[in-house]
């Protein structure tokens, strides 16, 4: 039995426990929350305790923590559960900035334990079908990669004041999939922007629709978009080209009906947003995390693949705001 | 070259001088018609001359009919044009009796004449790649046919009285799609049917709603589905269930558009009519006829395939009015 | 909370353990089972009392049964729990005698309790959304329904044996989809059928090709198909024709990756058979029941409704012996 | 009628004419070619004049040219069929030079003469169906337009040396949708390229897989991708994100066949190439053509837009060469 410590009990650490409690030989024993309440309603619901997350961390019947709580916590509790020993599921981004992963990245290899950055769209079923037949060189060799993001509507103005902007906060899952479907790390990056869906976004620093270029030093060009706003549900969708023909990935859509009229056939829109979307990618994840510790292998995407997204989001933003293509 | 004499200037008529105008090789050179406007108008617009159709039918510079005038007057164009020794292509049905389309087989078989029965639907690029890939064996051996035909809307109740009703005049054609997919021939038929679209229909002694089961001798299952109305478009599917897979040809949409909304996603409706969806088929069945007339091969399908779709077609008629199965 | 006596440990015992377990407010207290071991490993893992099947039905704390054994077994554990007061869940067929369940329906009247036939596919989200907008009128007046069903693979001939044949066992579901769609009863069934995918079926006195039509009173046509055989994944399909377009659902597929190349373009295969295809609905169909017992609504489909469906079956049945159409 | 002069009798001549023979109330009374055989077997065929490219050009006979020969002769048949007043359709791109190409402008517009740039992929009906939504505010503001083309393998060697390379050649019907679609001029092209489809083609100086990145000066992005190989056919879609919703056109396949079986759903691969795919398009923008000819209207796509193709492909070369985005 593996014993979890949740560290976060709002919307993304209830996704975790829920995940926990459909695996078998893995369980949460611990919780902790800076909100009491937050604690408490989680850990009743699940049976676990309720502990300050530093007393959590050192806990002898706590082997792994998720941690799930805001982003500017993560460097703390990442060096004392390393300092522990203890194995750590990390919510994506590990930091917001590159500097202070890579401290965390030592801490981690010093410590030898395992960690999982959180990108949970490499667990989706179709993503991940579709990366291991190009893996597998059933399109033979990659040559161009389509991304695109986008949300069914926009974050409260005070989320995108404090994210880092669109391209650390929205677009990081993006370039995490450029790099698992490249397989070949991208040199540079051009990115264009705009506020079109909210002009409160462009007042407040960021854009709300975007576009990256990336490429690689073999000459694969990987296209990313995203936009803030969607009528119809949570887009998320993957194309690779590649020598030998090409792979893609659709929406999920709410159900399968359609129906035909004078205005022709209709079926559903997509998956609203990203816990209907992604309700299996966060069951995988964790199901990987949990089996690697227990196995012993390295979970992956690790800590570098963290720090290698970040550095693209970096690059993007880097790039809106000279106008130049930046190098990596 | 071969000279072809066209007999109805009709809608149909206008529809096979087209199919002539885009085919190497042949030519019309004289038209018939009983309304002499439209023998006129055709003749001036292709450069043909304007006889009557015995006259035609017996004309040194006319070495194929096409038939496409009303179908009571076949019976006797098809004995003239045998005489004359001239090849026939002859819109179906080739008569309401099948005791008269014998008559007319045996006409045509003693003057070693081609005959083709204009079943278009058999040379619509979707429903012959299909069958073709059937008969490669690509799904193995036949098992499951279904058929589904909805016209966008009922034609006039002056026409449904005359047509011979809703078996002869609009399953018919579904009734030879069997026979091509199964490649057995129907030994008990099964019809039901109701007039649900317009009450005058009913009135007027037809069904516009009505649905079929064909069985095999070797327990191969054939179900048709037909309905006068379809809101979304001409409606029309095959679906064949093989020991090893299914094939299936779906509509042709208006267009390849869709448009996303908060309602979901929305493509065109299904092409109007025949005259749209069958465009190539069309093209395509004279363009096979003249292949045969000129190479001295047997055109397909045959008055035989006309013959036994009417044979299928009256039994439908008898096991509606009986409500019990058909033997064949 | 509402506590559930759980009656028949094996494959759908245990699906219905897990509905239950992913639901608020009910939990399993005690199963029983023929098989010690079966009975032992399930409530091990669910934490759940073992007890024999009558003293499980009078137990204080069982305040439901759901019904998951043999169904030879059904109509005296019905007669037992509706004697106990208990609410009823029960697998499909109640049983497979018409007259037998309509001594269970007596029973289950008598005693006031609450009772539903456990018809999975009425909740199945595809479905439910299609009979949904049916009723609320989106495609008007029904016309023709369509139900195409087929399994992967044929069950072994021992279960053929004695599982009532393939109208009893497997069109069942297609009959109760047929009721739920069409809303009105089917006053005739005509039935065909052959033994193509294995002939051992046949020399068992079963087919497994079948295809059959249902007629009601207003004229309303149904066109059902089943196979016992279907590469390419459990196809469960519905579609239905009103007087204003039509509605369908398409499969579920394994998942939405496409593969381009030269031999064009290609998903995935429909989700393999009914544990994953309809693993929602089987969720909803315990909600529904949990939420009908503690809000003292009647259940659907009632047991009625499994009464009927039987009937269908019982004629389908005579109709394929007899060669004739079947009124009812 | 309307009399037409064709100037280049090669592929795309033979196109030309067939499409006019398919329209009323046009003809064309003479052919021009510098290969003697190519304009005396088309002249034959369709019952035309041969004649040399200058007398053509001023035949009184002839009321409009189509100009389909190579592109560094249309300068002076621009000129010369200008300087006589004759209505001109010019295939794409108008030369090579945007310099020239003004210098025409100037000929075309001083002389007052009617002249349509052979942009066809804005006849083709899907593509234009999606512009006239868009214009019409189906999806709201435009946002991000998305094309995609892939050509199903690349031209010679010798093309590729003389083409003015991918940007010029095949990518500017991207760069004239794009236009066509954002409704508003790009301000900054940056594009990326590389040869990884035939080492060849970058020996030859010049890139076979490309992807460019517009915006417009109120924000609007638009991202093309090019490649010279598609295993699938020939791969053309367009898809455009506005404030309501999206709009987009997906490719035309072979046929509406599919086949299920172990691995899945298979459909056709796309129609292989241009004359297949748009066929409706050639058609369409001859009759508009002609059309706005005989009724005095300007034919659109105009020389300007000719002229703006030419310089964003300009723009996308010159990216490419420094490495930087290039404003316009």
């Known amino acids: 039995m593996l014993n979890i410590g949740l560290l976060g009990c709002g919307r993304i650490g209830q996704v975790h426990a829920r995940s926990v409690g459909q695996l078998d030989g893995v369980r949460v024993t611990a919780v902790a929350d800076a909100m009491p309440d937050a604690a408490n309603a989680l850990a009743s619901k699940i049976g676990a305790d309720v502990r300050e ?3 959590l961390i050192t806990s002898a019947d706590v082997d792994a923590v998720v941690i799930g709580t805001p982003t500017d916590t993560h460097y703390d509790l990442i060096h004392q559960a390393a300092a522990a020993g203890k194995a750590i599921f990390c919510e994506k981004p590990v ?11 030592t801490a981690v290899t010093e410590a030898g334990v395992a960690f999982l950055t959180a990108f949970n769209r490499r667990f989706d079923p179709n993503f991940a079908n579709l990366q291991q ?3 597998a060189g059933e399109i033979g060799d990659v040559e161009i990669v389509s991304i695109l993001s986008r949300d069914p509507s926009p974050p409260p103005i005070s989320y995108i004041k404090t994210s880092g902007g669109l391209f650390r906060d929205m677009m990081i899952h993006d370039f995490d999939m450029a790099r698992f479907l490249l397989a070949e790390e991208p040199v540079q990056v051009f990115a264009v922007g705009s506020a079109l869906v909210d002009p409160a976004i462009g007042e407040a620093g960021d854009v709300d629709t975007a576009a990256v270029t990336l490429t690689t030093a073999s000459g694969k060009i990987c296209q ?6 969607a009528t119809y549900g949570y887009d998320q969708r993957v194309e690779v080209h ?6 893609r990935a659709a929406n999920m859509l709410e159900n399968t009906v359609e129906v035909a009229g004078t205005t022709g056939f209709q079926t559903a829109p ?9 309700e299996a990618a966060y069951r995988n994840e964790m199901a990987r995390f949990v089996e690697a510790v227990q196995t012993g292998n390295t979970p992956s995407p690790s800590i570098d693949d963290g720090l290698r997204a970040q550095m693209l989001a970096d690059a993007a933003a880097k790039s809106l705001e000279t106008g130049a293509p930046v190098a990596l």
Request: aromatic fraction near 8%.
């Open 270 to 278: 997509a998956q609203h947003f990203f816990l209907e979307r992604y």
């Open 133 to 135: 037949r190009l893996r």
């Open 95 to 105: 930091d917001m900035s590159a500097d202070r992963i890579r401290d965390c990245q």
């Open 53 to 55: 997350a530093s007393a």
């Open 224 to 229: 990313i978009s995203n936009s803030r706003r």
């Open 242 to 247: 590649g020598s030998k023909g090409m792979l």
